[in-house]
């Protein structure tokens, strides 16, 4: 089996890193691979962290769709995949201009995000008009450009149905995967970061943007009472975003320096949730939240919003809390129950442990990823 990945950058997101991860397994399996990104990206992933090497990589010269279509058309004519892989909006809408007049592969595409959203259209610089725009394109071009979909949770394969008309003949959901979280707790972490050893650490990761709400979980920090708010440590993980301005504004205005820390990018991600004693999630949309299943193989408790693909990941009342989307005060409220009772802490975070075992372990993950483009390639 030969397979192609297209995608738009290695930019540290969990989509990359997920795909990534998947096309190490498959070099691993002896399956013969290559990569084209169309644009590079600060910070990125790097392949050989992922045991890719350099040489299988190709990079667009990202300056037209015309040029990007015709290096690609290139590459698919000296590789010869039997199947393209595409991962995010540019990608899936360059494959299909070439899968459209072309039967020499099988078209993939992998959907992880509620890109039509009711709530993109509060982020800066979205539109109506843009959104439907890309609504209407993306509709479109998939109709004869896309064999199949691969959706990370049902939330998202639903979405893409009610949106884009997909047919469910045409749509599988297989989870996200990660690596088990075998670290042991690291007190010279806690100590390099500034952390007395007595405070209680809250940890939230992802890029800082108005999707993932982490001015919500400020506000909410906020709320709590003196007694416990002086017990805490928060940590912001995740790349700088449009947001981050007005979120680090907001914990100068509000005085929370001293125990909130934005730690920006991190290659320590496992390391970090080792040290933590409880996962904050209030994103406002998601796919399905694979930081969520790291927290869960880190066995911490978790607190997130109440969305339908977090429950995908999570049990409420098992191993998470849960709070109204855009709500500090029941937040707040979820944060100090966890901090005021140790033994709800242990049980949740056992639960988490068992779910990880479950349903999310990667070689698993990967496996079912393989048999299905087995399949794909029989039909």
């Known amino acids: 089996m030969k397979v192609l990945l297209v995608i738009d ?18 070099k691993n399996k002896g399956i013969e691979i290559e990569i084209c990104k169309i644009k590079k990206m600060n910070p990125e992933y790097n392949p050989s962290e992922f045991n890719i090497d350099e040489s299988i990589i190709h990079t667009l010269s990202n300056s037209s769709f015309r040029e990007n279509r015709n290096g690609l058309k290139k590459i698919i004519e000296d590789f010869k ?20 007049f072309s039967r020499s592969f099988v078209h993939v595409e992998s959907l992880v995000n509620l890109t039509y959203h009711e709530n993109r259209l509060k982020e800066p610089g979205i ?23 691969h959706a990370n949770g049902h939330t998202v394969a639903q979405h893409y149905h009610q949106k884009l008309l997909i047919p469910k003949s045409k749509l599988t959901v297989i989870h996200r995967g990660r690596k088990p979280n075998s670290l042991s707790f690291d007190d010279a972490l806690k100590s390099n ?46 790349r700088e975003g449009k947001a981050t301005s007005k979120l680090t504004q907001r ?13 920006g990018h991190r290659t320590d991600v496992s390391e970090l949730l080792k040290i933590a004693d409880l996962f904050v999630f209030p994103s406002r949309f998601e796919g ?17 919003s109440n969305l339908p693909m977090m429950l995908e990941v999570v049990e409420i009342n098992k191993n998470a809390l849960t709070f109204d989307l855009d709500n500090p005060s029941e937040l707040a409220s979820c944060i100090s129950k966890m901090i005021l009772n140790p033994s709800l802490r242990k049980d949740y975070g056992n639960r988490s442990a068992e779910l990880f075992k479950e349903k999310f372990e990667i070689e698993i993950i990967h496996s079912k990823m393989l048999q299905l483009f087995s399949k794909l390639i029989k039909r």
């Open 193 to 238: 970061l500034n952390i007395s050893p007595d405070k209680f650490v809250l940890i939230n990761i992802g890029r800082q943007e108005y999707q993932k709400g982490q001015d919500v979980l400020i506000d909410a920090i906020d709320l709590l009472d003196d007694e416990i708010k002086c017990k805490i440590h928060l940590l912001i993980v995740g």
């Open 9 to 26: 950058s290695f930019f540290t997101g969990g989509a990359e890193f997920s795909t990534l991860s998947f096309f190490s397994f498959l």
């Open 288 to 304: 399905l939240p694979g930081v969520l299943i790291e927290a869960e193989a880190a066995s911490l408790p978790i607190v997130c």
């Open 81 to 100: 995949p039997e199947i393209i892989h595409s991962v995010l909006f540019k990608s899936n809408i360059l494959v299909r201009s070439i899968s459209i």
């Open 251 to 263: 914990v100068q205005d509000k005085k929370l320096n001293k125990c909130i820390t934005f730690l």
């Open 127 to 149: 539109t109506k008009f843009k959104l439907g725009f890309y609504q209407f394109l993306d509709f479109i071009t998939q109709i004869r450009g896309t064999h199949h979909f």
